[in-house]
T-cell receptor, first 109, second 115 residues
Framework: GQNIDQPTEMTATEGAIVQINCTYQ??????LFWYQQHAGEAPTFLSY??LDGLEEKGRFSSFLSRSKGYSYLLLKELQMKDSASYLC??????????WGAGTKLIIKP | DAMVIQNPRYQVTQFGKPVTLSCSQT?????MYWYQQKSSQAPKLLFH???????NEADTPDNFQSRRPNTSFCFLDIRSPGLGDAAMYLC??????????????FGAGSRLTVL
């Protein structure tokens, strides 16, 4: 079967850096997405990786290693508004999106 | 602004009473999706349309139906809601069948409560 693994919950301090990991086992690979979802709201797109390496976008960066089936989302200079769930999703060989259950990130002052 | 709009945002229904959720988009995307998401779980794909081609996920119960009368609108019908159908229902669109970096754009969701 296809599977995406992420930690259920993480806690970090305002102003700090946090890394959220995602490992996947899918039938083929056609890109990996990170979405942010605030409680009770819809997911919003953060980043996309299809080649190995780091993609940087402001305070957020995402890394991919296809050989290891691994990605991480790095959040710098954490702000209280970053408290949310972060969903990892992989597009398989049939271009179907396989979703992780999300990592709930709690930011403390 | 181009967007995906879902109505209603909140729906309360009684056990077994049919419900229709709507989704409209101004993005002119040809692919539309319906997801069900329960608390702290991954979104679960119920259906998707590629233009007018309807694709039903194998494990989507018959209790769930969908209609797409035109490019802009899509509906989710729950014929006889059960307590287990209480969830957030998310509509999303994308520009193509999934190639490249086609990103899903989500509506704000419709939260269904079943009494």
């Amino acid at each position: 079967g296809q599977n995406i693994d992420q930690p259920t919950e993480m806690t970090a301090t305002e102003g700090a850096i946090v890394q959220i990991n995602c490992t996947y086992q899918t039938s083929g690979f056609n890109g990996l997405f990170w979405y942010q979802q605030h409680a009770g709201e819809a997911p919003t797109f953060l980043s996309y990786n299809v080649l190995d390496g780091l993609e940087e976008k402001g305070r957020f960066s995402s890394f991919l290693s296809r050989s290891k089936g691994y990605s991480y989302l790095l959040l710098k200079e954490l702000q209280m508004k970053d408290s949310a769930s972060y969903l990892c999703a992989v597009r398989d060989r049939n271009y179907q999106l396989i979703w992780g259950a999300g990592t709930k990130l709690i930011i403390k002052p | 602004d181009a967007m995906v709009i879902q109505n209603p945002r909140y729906q309360v229904t009684q056990f077994g009473k049919p419900v229709t959720l709507s989704c409209s988009q101004t993005l002119n995307h040809n692919v539309m999706y319906w997801y069900q998401q329960k608390s702290s779980q991954a979104p679960k794909l119920l259906f998707h349309y590629y233009d007018k081609d309807f694709n039903n996920e194998a494990d989507t119960p018959d209790n769930f139906q969908s209609r797409r009368p035109n490019t802009s609108f899509c509906f989710l019908d729950i014929r006889s809601p059960g307590l287990g159908d209480a969830a957030m229902y998310l509509c999303a669109t994308s520009g193509e069948g999934g190639s490249g970096a086609n990103v899903l754009t989500f509506g704000a969701g419709s939260r269904l409560t079943v009494l």
